[in-house]
């Protein structure tokens, strides 16, 4: 299954606001559909935005508002930007050629995250691993196989994971719908936690490798992921456990210099005051949600991309 594709003139995508429950595919038209896809979280995952801009262009027909407005529906995976512009620089030739250039963008994500997932599982040292992982990372954060979930899916395809440890990922819980979804499609042992529970499970040494993926990469390393990965930076930094980040090429941003340049996005009150419409805080509790937070570079193991291993 590709969590997103074009499909007889259309973009088609997973609809991840329904998972677990239903799994249904969304068919996208126009622009501003997509846009509202994008803000709603129905597509998702730095790697999957990248190819939702790419077609996305091919939707908006060489009309710069309408790109700019897609460029800039969320601020920090700089995959959505990178995206719209790989499809954007051909808008000169035509749109058969914005569309191959996009269709160049999906399939480019299907390689690299087989590449990221080989490397990674070279990289990482043991027969029996059990790795810590944040947020969804799988194959519905990008085409077909996902980046630090591509790591463990092909763990597991070598018989050597033992289990993997899933934040739920408060406040839109995308570890507790998606990646146990996920890891449960591919037979791969699993228990989700709590994210408060995350630095505790290092210390008591219950985690051998903790894989994240990126949103964006700044120039020296400093990387922002969904929030929660700090903390879990700092954790395996303590109990000296491996922290590697496993993000394509297309991820790092040379022109972010360090981690306090990227823009994190605050998706408002409504996501942490209740879960799934269900209200939790007392009426009129005000919030703060920052969806990314920054992991600074001398916290990071290795950055593992499709092509390279950087060590920070
Ligand atoms: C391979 S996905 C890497 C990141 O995009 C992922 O870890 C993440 O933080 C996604 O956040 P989301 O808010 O669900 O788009």
Redesign the pocket.
């Known amino acids: 299954m590709r969590t997103i594709d074009w499909v007889d003139g259309a973009v088609e995508l997973v609809d991840q606001t329904l998972l677990p429950d239903k799994c249904l595919m969304l068919r996208i038209h126009t622009v501003e559909e997509l846009v509202d896809a994008i803000r709603r979280?129905a597509v998702?995952?730095?790697?999957?935005?990248g190819v939702a801009g790419a077609l996305g262009v091919v939707l908006a027909d060489g009309d710069p508002a309408r790109i700019a407005a897609l460029r800039a529906a969320?601020p920090?995976?700089v995959?959505l930007a990178w995206g719209v512009d790989q499809a954007a620089a051909h808008l000169s030739e035509g749109r058969e050629a914005v569309l191959a250039a996009a269709l160049r963008v999906r399939d480019d994500d299907i390689a690299a995250c087989l590449a990221m997932g080989e490397r990674g599982a070279d990289l990482l040292e043991g027969d029996r691993l059990r790795i810590m992982t944040?947020?969804?990372?799988?194959g519905l954060?990008?085409v077909e196989r996902?980046?630090?979930?591509g790591v463990v899916q092909t763990l597991h395809e070598r018989g050597r994971l033992a289990e993997v440890l899933a934040l739920e990922?408060r406040p839109?819980l995308?570890g507790a719908r998606l990646t146990t979804w996920e890891l449960a499609r591919m037979g791969a042992p699993h228990r989700l936690i709590a994210d408060s529970a995350g630095p505790y499970l290092l210390a008591k040494g219950e985690v051998d490798a903790v894989l994240?993926?990126?949103?964006r990469i700044a120039a020296n390393g400093d990387t922002a992921?969904?929030i929660g990965?700090y903390a879990l930076a700092l954790g395996a930094e303590r109990a000296g456990v491996p922290f590697v980040v496993?993000?394509p090429e297309s991820?790092i941003d040379p022109g972010t210099p360090s981690g306090e340049h990227i823009e994190i996005?605050d998706?408002g009150a409504d996501e942490v005051v209740a879960v799934r419409g269900v209200r939790l805080a007392p009426e009129g509790t005000r919030a703060l949600n920052p969806?990314?937070d920054v992991t600074p570079h001398d916290l990071i193991t290795a950055i593992v991309t499709d092509q390279r291993v950087i060590r920070p």
Do not use: H, Y
């Not at 998702?44 to 935005?49: I, N, S």
């Not at 944040?134 to 799988?138: A, F, K, M, P, S």
């Open positions: 979280l998702r995952g730095a790697p999957a935005l969320r920090t995976a995959n944040v947020c969804n990372t799988g954060a990008a996902g980046t630090a979930l990922t839109l995308q994240i993926g990126a949103d992921n969904k990965s496993v993000a991820t996005e998706r969806a990314f």
